[in-house]
């Protein structure tokens, strides 16, 4: 039976218990700003640049202005700093000339305050401010200010798409200023910027430029965190065996410094990708060894891990109930209702586990409890809907492979799969998602098959090959992560379409489920060969119709 629960894996990344994924960031005080959290640049401390303090002789009658633009600064409040904009504008007309430090600074300043608001051409604003401090910043002799001036002028860059200067700009501060004297956390800041903008291959081009100074001359702590975003990039590109020997340093080193956060992450980590490769059992060693960290610290990371070593488990043949036992000690160390994310992504993972060994009752009511608090999740409706989509899509897979399971027709269960597909296609089909699943699409072409609507049955067949084909080179069809770009992919040599992040996910989409990959695989590689613009389209498409539907579903009774 074909497991629904790894087609939604690639929306929570593997990754998000890592240290350098937690917030680190100053409570605000002030107005809240508007932007989305993860794209503002958080590590530039506010309390880092110098209090504005223009020569006296130009702004003795704008002292009470300028200490009350330094304080909004402070606290962040950036709708109140904007409301002083015109007058710091007049001000550093004045000071270019005689204090270009000060100026510089409060360029930044009101750049920050632009890049943060958002609004409507903030970030092109932001730049013009940025590239002003910049120049202050040369003319005053103020590595400072220039190196955080370009650090965010190359994020608006990068959220603009002209990642091309932002990499010029960065190139530009190293002749300036050498790379000596870069501060580790500004290098760090602007591969996060790049690994954010899904750039990795110009985020590990930075890194690994900086190499030699991150092993030589970096404190431990600065090091442990470049060893695991190179690892971590490597490991979204799929090369595992680099990826591993950064982590491998990262271990390290925080064993070293008793860093046991970083080496419960570390550990983690290595579990992920040994399972992604198959290898189980190293896996498993991995993982154990976090959790028996985390457990030790009380951690609430515990649950995470919980689930990482039930997908391992589950991914092995005849270790299902093994893999059950995991997603339910995570969903143990929450209070029935809770909506916290971990347990509901645990009750999700439960429902697919059950019905890979046909425990269709414990899987629908795993796969209802989640829908049901997935509704509660009030504070991010975005993230409740999908799993509320996730959990939908799944509940309709295990009715339609329940109805598979038995010898005489029924109805009810095939109905009652189709109503929760659809209810699945409704939401992923919404403008706020993403789009539709495209496993889904298979589902509801069997489903209407099942229930005698052959039109409707083609119709999502024709959708299901169409969007398999237009997935992708970066798109795994095992456990339907999504990996960089230039990942290194494992593609099937018969079709040509299907591509896996590893060997192992390869080997296990060609034979698990009835209608695995090996099953799929010809009529994926006739659709690709078809040509829109013959005219014996339409006799092809029919004729693979009939193969699939006649053929691959002719054991089930209509």
């Given at each position: 039976m074909r497991d629904g629960g790894n087609r939604h894996a690639?929306?929570?990344?593997?990754?998000?218990?890592?240290?350098?994924?937690?917030?680190?960031?100053?409570?605000?005080?002030?107005?809240?700003?508007?932007?989305?959290?993860?794209?503002?640049?958080?590590?530039?401390?506010?309390?880092?640049?110098?209090?504005?303090?223009?020569?006296?002789?130009?702004?003795?009658?704008?002292?009470?202005?300028?200490?009350?633009?330094?304080?909004?600064?402070?606290?962040?409040?950036?709708?109140?700093?904007?409301?002083?904009?015109?007058k710091m504008i007049a001000l550093t007309n004045r000071m270019e000339s005689l204090d270009p430090r000060a100026a510089g600074s409060i360029n930044f300043m009101l750049g920050r305050a632009h890049q943060e608001l958002g609004r409507e051409g903030g970030i092109e604003q932001a730049s013009?401010?940025?590239?002003?401090?910049?120049?202050?910043a040369k003319k005053a002799g103020n590595n400072d200010i220039l190196t955080k001036?370009?650090?965010?002028?190359?994020?608006?860059?990068?959220?603009?798409?002209?990642?091309?200067?932002?990499?010029?700009?960065h190139?530009?501060?190293?002749?300036?200023?050498?790379?000596?004297?870069?501060?580790?956390?500004?290098i760090l800041r602007f591969a996060d910027i790049l690994e954010k903008n899904h750039d990795h291959s110009r985020a590990i081009t930075i890194l690994e430029e900086h190499l030699g100074a991150i092993e030589s001359s970096w404190e431990k702590q600065k090091q442990c965190r470049a060893y695991e975003m190179i690892a971590?990039?490597?490991?979204?590109?799929?090369?595992?065996?680099?990826?591993?020997?950064?982590?491998?340093?990262?271990?390290?080193?925080?064993?070293?410094?008793?860093?046991?956060?970083?080496?419960?992450?570390?550990?983690?980590?290595?579990?992920?990708?040994?399972?992604?490769?198959?290898?189980?059992?190293?896996?498993?060693?991995?993982?154990?060894?976090?959790?028996l960290i985390e457990s030790e610290r009380g951690d609430d990371k515990i649950g995470v891990i919980y689930c990482a070593m039930g997908d391992v488990l589950v991914a092995q043949e005849g270790r299902e109930k093994e893999g059950i036992l995991m997603f339910q000690k995570c969903a143990e160390l929450f209070e029935e209702g809770d909506t916290s994310e971990e347990r509901i992504w645990a009750l999700l993972k439960l429902g697919h586990a059950y019905t890979t060994i046909e425990a269709w009752d414990d899987a629908i009511a795993s796969q209802e409890e989640c829908i049901s608090n997935a509704d509660s999740i009030i504070e991010d409706e975005r993230l409740g809907n999908q799993f509320k989509a996730s959990a939908k899509q799944s509940l309709g897979n295990t009715y339609l492979a329940?109805?598979?399971?038995?010898?005489?027709?029924?109805?009810?269960?095939?109905?009652?799969?189709?109503?929760?597909?659809?209810?699945?296609?409704?939401?992923?089909n919404s403008k706020e998602a993403e789009g539709v699943n495209h496993a889904l699409f298979l589902d509801l072409a069997q489903e209407h098959y099942f229930l005698g609507d052959a039109?409707?049955?083609?119709?999502?067949?024709?959708?299901?090959?169409?969007?398999?084909?237009?997935l992708g080179p970066s798109h795994c069809q095992s456990c339907c992560q999504i990996c960089a770009k230039d990942a290194i992919?494992?593609?099937?040599?018969?079709?040509?379409?299907?591509?896996?992040?590893?060997?192992?996910?390869?080997?296990?989409?060609?034979?698990?489920?009835?209608?695995?990959?090996?099953?799929?695989?010809?009529?994926?590689?006739?659709?690709?060969?078809?040509?829109?613009?013959?005219?014996?389209?339409?006799?092809?498409?029919?004729?693979?119709y009939s193969d699939f539907f006649e053929r691959v579903l002719a054991s089930k009774p209509k």
């Open positions: 690639g929306t929570h990344h593997p990754h998000f218990c890592s240290e350098s994924h937690t917030n680190s960031s100053p409570k605000k005080m002030g107005k809240k700003s508007r932007r989305s959290n993860w794209n503002k640049p958080k590590d530039i401390p506010v309390v880092a640049l110098p209090a504005v303090a223009a020569p006296r002789q130009v702004i003795t009658s704008a002292a009470d202005d300028v200490a009350t633009f330094n304080q909004l600064y402070k606290s962040q409040d950036w709708e109140g700093l904007l409301e002083l904009e015109s013009l401010y940025y590239q002003k401090a910049i120049e202050m001036g370009v650090i965010c002028l190359s994020q608006c860059y990068v959220e603009m798409g002209r990642v091309d200067e932002a990499m010029d700009l190139k530009s501060l190293c002749d300036e200023i050498g790379k000596e004297s870069l501060n580790p956390d500004d971590r990039i490597y490991s979204d590109k799929n090369d595992f065996a680099k990826s591993n020997v950064y982590y491998e340093r990262q271990l390290s080193i925080a064993k070293e410094t008793k860093n046991v956060e970083s080496e419960a992450s570390a550990l983690h980590s290595l579990g992920h990708n040994y399972g992604r490769t198959g290898e189980y059992g190293n896996a498993m060693a991995y993982l154990e060894q976090a959790l329940k109805y598979e399971s038995l010898p005489e027709r029924n109805d009810e269960l095939i109905s009652k799969a189709l109503f929760w597909s659809e209810a699945a296609f409704n939401l992923q039109e409707k049955a083609h119709l999502m067949l024709k959708e299901y090959l169409e969007a398999t084909v237009k992919m494992e593609k099937c040599s018969v079709c040509k379409v299907a591509r896996y992040c590893s060997q192992a996910h390869s080997m296990q989409a060609w034979q698990k489920g009835r209608l695995c990959h090996k099953v799929m695989c010809p009529h994926l590689k006739r659709w690709r060969k078809i040509k829109p613009d013959k005219e014996t389209t339409t006799d092809l498409r029919h004729a693979l």
